[in-house]
């Protein structure tokens, strides 16, 4: 047994040659094209960074950055809470959160169709939880976009 046997083996699972979105229909570069995942990763930190500064500006620093250890339970929920809300209410009313918009990310619907309040309240919902973010299809949409029919695309 040499490497050349276990070559196929680390490589990892063959999807074929389909790029990811190619299956959606949509284009393979360009505005419209399935969004990379390091740009949704930043964007999602800086959305994040965006809540806890909110956070700690609101709270004269008593939650957020610097909060004391007596009170880092409520500073974490009452930051996932704002962003919670920014990334709803920015992603339903613009189709992008702040740090997606920054990134030029959108969030669409499939068929084309506006998102919607109740979709984007699912799909942030889930991306709070995590782990249905961070497992994803060959077309690089999480368990989240999935879920509520959503894509995350460039713009430019």
Do not use: N
Request: proline share 4%.
């Amino acid at each position: 047994m040499d490497r050349s046997d276990l070559g196929s083996w680390l490589d990892g699972p063959s999807f074929g040659d389909a790029a990811p979105g190619e299956r959606l229909g949509l284009p393979l570069e360009g505005p419209g094209s399935v969004a990379r995942t390091g740009a949704r990763a930043v964007a999602l930190l800086i959305d994040w960074l965006l809540g806890v500064t909110v956070v700690t500006i609101v709270s004269t620093g008593t939650l957020g950055f610097g909060a004391e250890q007596s009170v880092a339970t409520r500073s974490g929920w009452t930051c996932l809470f704002v962003f919670f809300v920014a990334v709803s209410s920015f992603t339903w009313l613009t189709g992008a959160s702040v740090g997606q918009r920054l990134l030029r990310v959108q969030i669409v619907r499939l068929s084309g169709q506006p998102v919607g309040l109740l979709r984007t309240l699912l799909r942030t919902a889930l991306l709070c939880l995590v782990i249905p973010a961070v497992i994803y299809d060959r077309d690089g949409r999480g368990l989240h976009d999935k879920a509520a029919g959503t894509v995350a695309v460039r713009t430019r």
